[in-house]
């Protein structure tokens, strides 16, 4: 156990990050899964922002990797123009 007072508090800040990042993973994973369950046209663009984004959020924090979230928004990108055209 921890003897310091700022080992304490490190160990409450990281466990607040931890669900903080676990919550953010999720909900990323849970928009790409819509994305790709989708076959509404006009719903797929927005759609496709909105992971885009999440997905540069969880790479630009560590989360994920930045090769993971790359490949990630190259397949949905490429389901996104089949699905527009």
Do not use: G, P
Not at 26 to 52: G, Y
């Amino acid at each position: 156990m921890a003897n310091h007072k700022s080992a304490l508090k490190r160990i409450r800040a990281n466990e607040s990050k931890r669900l903080r990042n676990r919550y953010q993973h999720k909900s990323t994973r849970t928009l790409v899964k819509k994305l790709r369950l989708t076959t509404d046209k006009a719903l797929v663009s927005d759609l496709f922002k909105q992971v885009s984004s999440a997905l540069d959020k969880l790479a630009k924090k560590n989360i994920i990797h930045k090769n993971k979230a790359a490949n990630q928004k190259s397949k949905l990108a490429k389901l996104a123009n089949k699905l527009a055209a």
